[in-house]
């Protein structure tokens, strides 16, 4: 989604803020521009596309433009209006400019008022509204801090902007829900979507809280709240530390972070597991009841982790797990009676949807767990209690690392209810906290399995429609399968209960369909494999990705994968973690065949900030 930057007091202003955006890239955009202030002016550079269109304008001034200590920049990804010049922000009304994240809902009643007072609209944007109704309300008032704050009275949606004007050099922020952070300087400040882009510029931080609005010139800010009371908000030390944005010779930081999976997990592990071979999750603070059901609330990846997390946490608990997308759940009347608690699982912990369904369960009384890669985000501060997957940044667009690290926390979660609500011995427990200790170290062992997943990525590469099949807890896989198949080649693919197929998808099957099925050795393969049957059957061009334990049940399939088998109790309840890889390696493979952009696919975004 967009990202937002300012810069206030420091010389090169734009050439900084242009870095900050690099920095911002992974949210994902399709035109950038910046705005700066020269000789009491107002300026802007636009371009279409990626940053580096934005750049090469940028270089043609950068001599004239040096002396420059105010700008504000953006990254936008396309809401309202096309992908043109003319809707990039900044967005200028007279002597203002300002950049804007996420949606002005009320914009179309603001937009038909200021008609009625002679505004010409000259873009297609729901932003435009804010510097035209600044402009007026500056004529008005002749104080620029005054005006933004009628702005903000008057707008509505969940957003967060930066405005600047002509007159003096000093940055205006807001934001409700979307995210905006205050970086300190030294002689100067910044604003930025997150922390980390504006991390190698200063060592502090200040997150502002949903609904803050301030001011900031080169020496000093003041933070007001929605009741327009002037507050102070914690600074927070950041280390200076970009190394998430080094590729470490991946061509890929989708590649970089598929392969990092098993040096990352051990944190997300080690955060898990206390010395004293106990979970570092508590039941209590998630408000797990014994007569009580739990809701999982989630988006896209985190939304399959949620549902391969229902499994583990009613087999080894009990407890009954209602899994929902997030976009669905704030927007309906849930009937919460049965219910003590929510987890939302968000890798961002900006995901907007996600956010407000974790509001809609606080407000219906749910105690909130947060599942969520990000400490500070939006959803972690929001969350009665946050569990982190400690994986760092992931820039590729599609979700990796952050999946499986996902999904092994649930199993924690799982687990830790079950001896919590003994349900499972202690033997059982400290069994499996062995054994996720040795997770990583396999996850290197399919790893090592790249080229044939090449070798099948160059079979099905050109296919137009491609099904993927699980059963069981690898349902869920197939459906994370497809996504991230459509989501990086933009190949039509969809993922199905292998049991539900005779319902109906079977008449899609036709020679030469493309079939990937994921099977472990869970006691219903046999069930499986005849929906297999059924598939070859009908021209179905099968490719089967199973563990070893299964290979003499799979021999009349041509086209496998064979992945290790992990100790026997305990292989077929880790084999979503392992059939992560498989999927995430094929959808990888197709793509790069396919030369699509993999790290920032088209029309998608990091960070879903918009409804
Ligand atoms: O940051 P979140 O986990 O809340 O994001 C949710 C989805 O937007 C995300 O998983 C998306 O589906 C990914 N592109 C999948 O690879």
């Known amino acids: 989604m967009c990202g937002i930057v300012g810069i206030v007091g420091k010389l090169n202003a734009c050439k900084s803020a242009l870095n900050i955006l690099k920095n911002l890239e992974y949210r994902g955009y399709d035109s950038a521009g910046l705005a700066y202030l020269q ?27 040096k002396d420059i200590s105010i700008a504000i920049g953006h990254t936008r990804w396309a809401t309202h209006g096309k992908v043109l010049l003319e809707n990039t922000h900044p967005i200028l009304s007279e002597n203002i400019a300002v ?3 996420g949606i002005i809902e009320n914009h179309d009643e603001i937009r038909l008022e200021l008609k009625e007072k002679n505004v010409v609209f000259e873009t297609s944007t729901d932003t435009e509204v804010i510097p035209h109704l600044l402009s007026i309300s500056m004529k008005n008032t002749n104080n620029f801090f005054n005006a933004c704050v009628s702005v903000v009275e008057k707008i509505e949606g969940a957003y967060a902007f930066a405005a600047i004007h002509s007159l003096k050099e000093e940055i205006f922020v807001a934001r409700k829900t979307s995210p905006l952070v205050i970086g300190l300087g030294d002689g100067y400040n910044i604003v930025g979507s997150d922390a980390q882009s504006i991390s190698h510029m200063v060592n502090e931080v200040i997150y ?37 944005l080094n590729k470490d010779g991946y061509k890929h930081f989708m590649e970089k972070e598929i392969h990092e999976q098993p040096n990352v997990l051990i944190n997300t592990i080690g ?3 206390r010395e004293e071979n106990d979970l570092n999750i508590f039941p209590e603070k998630m408000n797990i009841q014994k007569n009580f059901g739990i809701t999982i609330c989630a988006a896209g990846t985190s939304h399959y982790a949620a549902m391969v997390g229902k499994y583990w946490i009613e087999k080894f608990s009990s407890i009954p797990v209602n899994v929902e997308l997030s976009s669905e759940y704030r927007y309906r009347r849930p009937a919460t009676a049965m219910y003590s608690c929510m987890i939302v699982i968000s890798q961002s912990g900006e995901s907007i949807d996600t956010l407000m369904a974790m509001r809609e369960a606080k407000r219906l009384n749910l105690t909130t767990t947060a599942i969520t890669n990000v400490e500070n985000s939006s959803i972690d501060r929001e969350a009665d209690y946050s569990i982190f997957t400690h994986v760092g940044p992931e820039v590729g667009v599609a979700s990796t690392k952050s999946f499986t690290s996902q999904l092994i926390v649930l199993l924690s979660i799982a687990m830790k209810i079950g001896i919590y609500n003994k349900k499972i011995t202690s033997e059982k427990y400290q069994s499996f906290i062995q054994n996720l200790k040795l997770v990583p170290n396999f996850l290197s062992k399919i790893l090592s399995l790249n080229e044939e997943f090449i070798n099948l990525a160059q079979s099905i590469k050109n296919s137009q429609n491609i099904l993927y099949l699980g059963r069981g807890i690898l349902y869920p896989l197939a459906l994370e399968g497809a996504l991230k ?29 493309p079939i990937i099925m994921f099977l472990t050795s869970d006691g219903i393969e046999e069930k499986s494999i005849s929906n297999l049957q059924e598939a070859l059957a009908r021209g179905g061009e099968v490719f089967l990705i199973s563990d070893q334990k299964n290979i003499n049940k799979i021999s009349f399939i041509e086209n496998k994968v064979l992945i290790p088998s992990f100790h026997d109790t305990w292989n077929d309840v880790f084999s979503p973690i392992f059939m992560s890889i498989p999927a995430q390696l094929i959808a990888y493979h197709v793509a790069r065949e396919r030369g699509t952009d993999v790290d920032q696919p088209r029309n998608l975004a990091k960070s879903v900030t918009v409804e």
Do not use: C, W
Not at 39 to 65: M, P, Q, R, W, Y
Not at 218 to 238: A, C
């Open 39 to 65: 000789k009491n002016h107002l300026n802007t550079i636009k371009a279409l596309g990626k940053l580096n269109k934005l750049k090469s304008k940028f270089e043609v001034l950068e001599e004239d433009i």
């Open 99 to 101: 950049v804007h994240n």
């Open 208 to 244: 502002l809280n949903d609904g803050d609005y301030a001011i900031l010139n080169k020496t000093n800010f003041q933070i007001y709240d929605l009741n327009n009371n002037e507050v102070k908000r914690e600074k927070i030390n950041i280390k200076s530390n970009l190394n998430f």
């Open 271 to 273: 955060s898990l597991v």
């Open 485 to 513: 198949l459509k989501e990086l080649s933009y190949i039509h693919s969809e993922g199905f209960a292998a049991g539900e197929m005779k319902h109906g998808p079977i008449a899609l099957i036709e020679e030469g369909l």
